[in-house]
């Protein structure tokens, strides 16, 4: 079984409407990270959390909203889809604990707003 | 803030060609970290560096970090083609956030 699991893996929606991207790891890992991938951009954080209910901005969080009610789940909420939104998500895992931030990701989101 | 440079952004070789790809910086980092993408999956680590000057290998891959702690460079020997697909760099800072370079994308031809 995959140790980090985003659902859904493909999404298609349309402008206005409100998407939840959920991540479920079972690594026991304390932090837990939302980003976007477009093409030649590489990865931008959105969203990260450090422990359970503890939730800090990323580099490009505006328009996007995340929950953490418990370790192991971090949900990345678009509370109005728009266009421009339309990427590869991933969330990633890391266990801070080990003195590094060496991160884990989960397979990918989809997402496509028309 | 800090920004990773990492080069080149696509790399066309043969099979059986060695590569290499580097990330530079202006900061200073603790840890350099190599991930793997393959298309339409996450990006997966290969290789971890935790000090100024180590090598690490996995398989037919190495990577150094840099002495000066603001490069590290991935050499992949004897290319075949499953090695197809995106490399990212990214680094950990003195403030413990990372980041990562834009990829570089490996295309092997046959």
């Known amino acids: 079984d995959a140790d980090v699991t985003q659902t859904p893996r493909n999404r298609i929606t349309k402008t206005g409407k409100r998407i939840m991207l959920e991540c479920s790891q079972t690594?026991?890992?304390?932090?837990m990270y939302w980003y976007r991938q477009d093409p030649g951009l590489g990865l931008r954080l959105i969203y990260y959390s450090f422990d359970v209910k503890d939730i800090n901005k990323g580099e490009i969080s505006d328009g996007y909203s995340v929950s953490r009610q418990a370790q192991a789940k971090f949900s990345l909420s678009l509370e109005s889809a728009i266009p421009n939104q339309t990427a590869l998500y991933f969330c990633?895992?890391?266990?801070?604990?080990?003195?590094?931030?060496?991160?884990?990701f989960g397979p990918g989101t989809r997402l496509t707003v028309l | 803030g800090q920004q990773l440079n990492q080069s080149p952004q696509s790399m066309f070789i043969q099979e059986g060609e060695d590569v290499s790809m580097n990330c530079t910086s202006s900061s200073i980092f603790n840890t350099w970290l190599w991930y793997k993408q393959d298309p339409g999956e996450g990006p997966v680590l290969l290789i971890a560096?935790?000090?100024?000057?180590e090598l690490t290998s996995n398989g037919r891959l190495t990577a150094q970090f840099g002495i000066t702690r603001k490069d590290s460079f991935l050499n992949i020997s004897a290319s075949i083609p499953s090695d197809v697909g995106i490399y990212f760099c990214?680094?950990?800072?003195?403030?413990?956030?990372?980041?990562f370079g834009k990829g570089t994308r490996l295309h092997i031809l046959p």
């Open positions: 990633a895992t890391s266990d801070f604990r080990t003195g590094t931030d060496t991160q884990y």
């Open positions: 690594k026991g890992h304390d932090r």
């Open positions: 560096l935790y000090k100024a000057g």
């Open positions: 990214a680094g950990q800072g003195i403030d413990d956030k990372i980041i």
